[in-house]
Structures are given as C-alpha cells and as structure tokens.
C-alpha cells in the first residue's frame, strides 16, 4: 500500500487517487488519468487506488482535497463521457462484504469520518469493461485525457 503523506500544492493538501484494473480493458480509466498527471502535474499527490474498496479510506485520511478519479457504468450516455460528483456517485446499498464494497460507497463512509475533507469523483464512462484486457476504447480514453485537464484545473481552483 502507498505510504500516507500528503503533497502540499499552495495552499491545500490535495490528493488524487485513480481506481481501476489495468487487466479490465476500460476499467482502468483511472490508473490512467494517474498517468497523465504524473506526466504534467507536479506537486500533486497521485495513489493507485485499486480496484477500491475499503482499502480507499486510510488513503483519504489527512487530506484537504481527495478527488477520486474512476471508470463507471451507467453514469453518462456515451462511453468517454465524463460526470463530477461533488456528492456521492448514485449507487445501490447491498449486502456484500466489506471485501466488495464500491468505490460510492467509501465515499459515503469517507465523508462520515473525515468531515472536514473535500472528496470529488470524476467518473469516466466506461460503456463496457472488459475482461483479461489491456486494451481500452478509443472514446474511454479521450475520456480519460478531458478528466485529467478537468482534474487539473479543479485543483487550481480549489487551491487558491
């Protein structure tokens, strides 16, 4: 697991944590949006999140600004479409462990024992997820590159 710290920008302690299987064709929007940033964004905190999970919330901890960057199913019309949740993404409560536990769900929970961390998700349409792939469509990953000028330019604003 990735060590906690945090990476002052300015002003705010601001972390983006990518979620997603590389091994899942376009889930992996998110470890991708990781890349990118890492390529033209310094000074932000960037974390592998995984595929999510209650794992999630160790990593929010300590932070002023989380935003959660992840492909999702059902959000948008058009695979690559992006959706910015200020509050929790839309999702059905069940009875699974905490072993399954979705990534909306940990930001529920999240906010209840951090109440004074901003946490946004950037949900990248994935259409359909593929499985043993590592490969991603072309749309899903015009997608992941407006997420990343989208993340960039929320953390601007939000850290001054």
């Given amino acids: 697991m990735t060590e906690k710290r945090c990476l002052n ?19 992996s929007a998110g470890l991708r949006v990781l890349d990118i940033l890492e390529k033209s964004c310094s000074g932000l905190e960037l974390i592998e999140g995984g595929t999510g999970g209650i794992g999630l919330l160790p990593l929010i901890e300590g932070a002023d600004l989380v935003i959660i960057a992840d492909a999702m199913t059902g959000i948008c ?3 690559g479409d992006i959706r910015i949740f200020a509050e929790t993404p839309p999702y ?11 990534v909306a769900e ?9 109440p004074g961390t901003e946490i946004i998700a950037v949900g ?3 259409g359909t997820i593929a499985e043993y ?28």
Avoid: Y
Avoid at 92 to 102: V, Y
Avoid at 108 to 114: G, S, T
């Fill in 106 to 114: 940990v930001i529920d929970i999240a906010r209840e024992l951090n």
């Fill in 77 to 79: 019309k058009n695979p």
């Fill in 124 to 126: 990248i349409e994935a």
């Fill in 92 to 102: 059905k409560p069940s009875r699974m462990s905490f072993q399954d536990i979705g």
């Fill in 9 to 27: 920008t300015g002003k705010k302690c601001i972390r983006v944590i990518g979620c997603g299987n590389l091994l899942m064709g376009n889930d």
């Fill in 133 to 160: 792939s590592d490969k991603i469509d072309p749309g899903v990953m015009e997608g992941v590159r407006n997420a990343s000028i989208l993340i960039m330019d929320v953390v601007d604003e939000k850290d001054n």
